[in-house]
């Protein structure tokens, strides 16, 4: 599929909004600490799931602007497709497990130089409207939309008009970025070293299916698996 690059216009208003659903949420759960609509929604689980419920509305939101500003026919042509094969799936399921012993490594590693953790993971047991909230926030939503604001806006469109070296730089730094009101320092170190994964599988088959079902997996696995079964 041919790559027409994005005019500078639409890639600057275009790597500005993958910022947007973290600047909504942060917006939205400040401004409604306490107010009624939280507090009976928090009764069904613990509030942390409010929070992921907006996070998940903001990316759907952001995702409609930016295909509004760039069309679908320029996302699809720097890689927002979906496909799979053997080879796609075997690979998925190599980085699925990659990330989780990455996880452990720097765990160990931020320990080692006395640095904080990843945080923002001891939220309460969930229950059905729990689970429910995170495998379609957490789970689906982040996983698609993260992949597409930052491996296909970040890496696919972005290095058309920069080295792609340059633009692996500048996806890790602006995922780690969104990440750290929620994660921390610890969090941010984690997922710029994790992100290498994703990203390496989107510059491998040139599209986000690999991505999006790695991404699927991990936090299927750290947001359902671990709060539901392992904790």
Not at 61 to 83: D, K, P, W
Not at 168 to 183: C, D, N, Q, R
Request: with cysteine; charged share 10%; net charge positive.
């Amino acid at each position: 599929m041919e790559r027409e690059p994005l005019t500078r216009t639409q890639l600057t208003t275009a790597l500005a909004l993958t910022a947007l659903p973290v600047l909504l949420t942060t917006m939205i759960m400040r401004s409604s600490t306490g107010a009624d609509w939280t507090a009976r929604l928090s009764a069904h689980g613990d509030p942390a799931y409010v929070a992921f419920a907006v996070y998940a509305l903001a990316n759907w939101v952001t995702f409609a602007l930016l295909l509004a500003v760039v069309g679908t026919g320029a996302l699809r042509a720097h890689g927002m497709r979906l496909a799979l094969d053997r080879r796609r799936l075997g690979l998925m399921l190599a980085a699925f497990v990659a990330g989780l012993a990455v996880y452990g490594v720097v765990t160990q590693a931020l320990r080692a130089a006395g640095l904080p953790a990843m945080k923002g993971m001891d939220y309460a047991r969930p229950g059905p409207i729990g689970a429910g909230v995170l495998l379609t926030s957490a789970v689906l939503t982040a996983a698609w939309c993260e992949e597409v604001f930052f491996r296909v806006v970040w890496v696919g469109a972005l290095r058309q008009h920069v080295p792609s070296g340059v633009a692996v730089v500048a996806s890790l730094a602006a995922f780690a970025a969104i990440h750290w009101p929620y994660f921390g320092l610890g969090g941010m170190v984690f997922i710029t070293v994790w992100a290498l994964l994703p990203i390496a599988l989107f510059l491998t088959y040139g599209d986000v299916s690999a991505s999006v079902g790695m991404h699927v997996l991990n936090n299927a696995f750290a947001y359902v698996v671990v709060p539901i079964w392992l904790r």
